[in-house]
């Protein structure tokens, strides 16, 4: 009799054992170390394990904690308790949440709901905290890439601005080629300027006034000749404006033109046209030493001497 339950209690201590060792899976990773790490109002928990590991993560209030569960894995029968009592964090907790699946849990107890970021790394898991600015929660995310801000557009150098035959012109150290090509823009009206000239920064505001007066005064004292050519319909409109060099040259009169109409252009004559002047002067017409007959007037006799 006693050895019939002899038997019946080594086969049920070895029943228990089969179930246990069943019970856990030989694939599952073991979480070996966890420790806390930084200071202050940052901390850094840092979760090893013997295999790549991925946590599943989640919030918790009353009380506030942040949870880390970790799938296919068993905590080390080494692993304690940790009473942390620093910054936000109070304690961190570790130990098996369940045995089939086995999954071991992390809990991080805090003093007050924290913002955080995780950030796995095969092997290892680092859980940051930081201190939420007072007044104000944050969610919690998993680390993510922020993309950077975008660049400020460069300010505006100038602003060309045509209604009902009224132009403002605004610059503030743009060249006159930019200007006028503005300009061009606003008005249409066509622009010709030497090739590589208007380079020069300029500072004005002129304007609104009527287009031709502004152009005129954006123009007076600059180093170009020009010609303003409004609409033959429309005087307040632009057609064309067009600048040479006053240092002259091929096409180049050297002359200012004034600010005209289109159907005035063709009244104004080119002065550069005109006949130019010969270098030698015409040849003067040959004196003659002796006092020229009157005209019509018949020719005198020879005086004879009268016979003695």
Do not use: C
Request: proline share 12%.
């Amino acid at each position: 009799m006693k050895t019939t339950a002899k038997v019946a209690l080594a086969f049920a201590v070895m029943l228990f054992a089969w179930r246990m060792q069943a019970g856990t899976d030989s694939s599952a990773a073991t979480i070996r170390s966890v420790s806390v790490l930084g200071a202050g109002s940052t901390l850094e928990v840092e979760v090893v394990a013997s295999k790549p590991i991925q946590p599943q993560a989640q919030t918790i209030t009353g009380p506030d904690r942040l949870i880390l569960d970790f799938p296919n894995t068993v905590p080390d029968t080494k692993l304690r308790n940790i009473n942390v009592d620093k910054g936000e964090l109070k304690q961190v907790r570790v130990g098996k949440f369940s045995s089939n699946p086995p999954v071991t849990r992390v809990v991080l107890d805090l003093k007050s709901a924290q913002p955080y970021q995780v950030f796995p790394a095969g092997k290892t898991v680092i859980v940051k905290l930081a201190a939420a600015p007072a007044g104000q929660t944050q969610p919690n995310t998993t680390a993510a890439a922020v993309p950077p801000p975008a660049p400020a557009p460069p300010p505006r150098k100038v602003e060309v601005s045509f209604s009902n035959g009224k132009l403002k012109i605004w610059a503030d150290k743009a060249t006159l080629a930019e200007v006028l090509t503005e300009v061009h823009h606003k008005t249409g009206a066509e622009v010709t300027i030497p090739p590589g000239a208007g380079q020069d920064p300029i500072v004005t505001d002129l304007g609104p006034a009527p287009a031709r007066e502004v152009l005129a005064k954006l123009l007076y004292g600059s180093s170009f000749n020009f010609v303003i050519i409004g609409s033959d319909n429309d005087p307040s409109q632009l057609r064309g404006i067009f600048l040479t060099s006053r240092q002259g040259g091929s096409g180049d009169s050297g002359m200012s033109y004034p600010a005209v109409q289109a159907a005035q252009v063709r009244e104004v004559p080119d002065q550069a046209m005109s006949t130019p002047e010969t270098d030698n002067p015409p040849e003067a017409a040959p004196t003659n030493t002796e006092p020229e007959m009157a005209p019509n007037q018949p020719a005198q006799p020879e005086e004879q001497t009268p016979p003695q």
